[in-house]
């Protein structure tokens, strides 16, 4: 039904359009990784002429819909921190709204909150349902794929890059750029001592344990606070997202797992002796396309 994701980016046109995506995102400040999930989604999708809602991010509009030619794209992203007294915005930039030439019926606008809270203000449809390093800080992931479903076009598909998944090698979701207040190479520090599947095979408090051989006990108590008890992350093992998935009516039409082998017999060893499929653990990331069923 779907092309293949190789043939699909290997064509002479995707490979040009590519590249200037490539140089275009430089120029923007988007990371590599946005741009290649966007261009993943266009080479499956098409998304030129669609009406498209980029759930938890907010791709400029200099590329959504002057690069790629989309109809419109309506980005809902929490900017900031969101209460249940805290109303969002409707902010639609003018250099953004109106445009010349064959686009200039499209559109760009942004909802500042989170999306199962602000879904319940849009109504669609839309073609496209967009998303990019999201659904693993999902909580409430069937209540939120309910709402994708009610505002999908009929005949219309989703796209999920998903990950570091907690299953995963990486899924302790940790960075250069996190715990600043420690001071600017803190989050740097956490991730050199932090092995693959490191986060599985330790309890929080063996983690504690290890990571403070390496950081001071602050950034150590703050880094296991973050991998294990954050609300930011969902520790979901890739199995429970296919059970969502079907659990809201939706079928994979298209999926790609990016997948990193378990080489240290011992990890592995470490790895099945806590009882879930070692199939779950080969991966970080999945990239994947639903339709309703």
């Known amino acids: 039904m779907w092309r293949r994701l190789g043939l699909a980016l290997l064509s002479p046109l995707q490979v040009a359009r590519f590249v200037h995506a490539r140089r275009l ?22 998304l030129s002429g669609k009406r498209v809602l980029e759930v938890g991010g907010s791709l400029p509009s200099r590329m959504v819909i002057d690069h790629y030619n989309c109809r419109s794209w309506t980005c809902v992203d929490s900017r900031t921190e969101y209460t249940a007294e805290l109303d969002f915005d409707l902010i639609a930039p003018a250099d953004s709204v109106s445009r010349s030439g064959a686009n200039h019926a ?15 203000s849009l109504t669609g449809p839309f073609d496209v349902i967009y998303s990019s390093a999201v659904l693993e800080h999902v909580r409430d992931l069937s209540a939120c794929l309910d709402q994708m479903r009610r505002l ?18 990486s899924g302790y979701h940790v960075y250069p750029s996190y715990f600043r207040k420690h001071g600017p190479t803190a989050g740097g520090q956490v991730v050199d001592a932090l092995g693959p599947w490191i986060h599985l095979v330790k309890t ?26 954050s609300p930011r992350l969902s520790r979901r093992v890739f199995d429970e997202y296919l059970a969502a998935f079907d659990d809201a009516g939706l079928q994979v039409a298209w999926l790609h797992k990016w997948k990193k082998p378990v080489r240290n017999a011992q990890t592995l060893r470490a790895l099945r002796a806590t009882g879930v499929d070692t199939a779950n653990y080969r991966f970080d990331t999945f990239w994947t396309v639903l339709t309703p069923r």
């Open 25 to 46: 995102g430089h120029r923007l400040g988007l990371q590599s990784y946005q741009v290649n999930h966007l261009h993943t989604a266009d080479a499956l999708l098409s």
């Open 152 to 169: 999908l076009a009929p005949g219309g598909a989703m796209f999920h890059a998903v990950g570091p998944i907690w299953s995963g090698p």
């Open 106 to 120: 499209c559109a760009w606008s942004f909802l500042d909150g989170r999306f199962e809270q602000v879904a319940t």
């Open 204 to 229: 929080p408090e063996q983690m504690l344990a290890h990571l403070t051989e390496f950081v001071e006990a602050p950034l150590a108590q703050d880094a296991v606070e973050s991998i294990y008890r």
